[in-house]
Nanobody, 127 residues
Framework: QVQFVESGGGSVQPGGSLRLSCLVSKFALDDYAIGWFRQAPGKEREGVSCISSSDGSTKYADSVLGRFTISRDKGKNTVYLQMNSLQPEDTAAYYC????????????????????WGRGTQVTVSS
């Protein structure tokens, strides 16, 4: 069956970096846009970034623009999220999923358009 498996989370100090990976099984990255979301305790899940299936174009939430970079390796069927200059407010569980309604990313990621959610990977930023 289709599986999205996130990894690469951990604990870092403010200003640090992490690279998250989303390994996709039985699903081609060419089929639909892939997104990263995050959810902090007591808060709603929010869209962080998206990479389009057709041309690899990307979108970012304002809160991470300039600090996070989404990319993909079709050969490894993996989508990455490079996170730099991490801040305590970036602390959350991070999830990847497929947008089954779009091949091209929308300006803002809407949770209900996504499916095949992974179990998430925890990112904690603290001093």
């Amino acid at each position: 069956q289709v599986q999205f498996v996130e990894s690469g989370g951990g604990s870092v100090q403010p200003g640090g970096s992490l690279r998250l990976s989303c390994l996709v099984s039985k699903f081609a990255l060419d089929d639909y846009a892939i997104g990263w979301f995050r959810q902090a305790p007591g808060k709603e899940r929010e869209g962080v970034s998206c990479i389009s299936s057709s041309d690899g174009s990307t979108k970012y939430a304002d809160s991470v623009l300039g600090r996070f970079t989404i990319s993909r390796d079709k050969g490894k069927n993996t989508v990455y999220l490079q996170m730099n200059s991490l801040q305590p407010e970036d602390t959350a569980a991070y999830y990847c999923a497929a947008n089954l309604m779009r091949r091209q990313c929308a300006a803002h990621q809407v949770q209900h358009e996504y499916a095949y959610w992974g179990r998430g990977t925890q990112v904690t930023v603290s001093s």
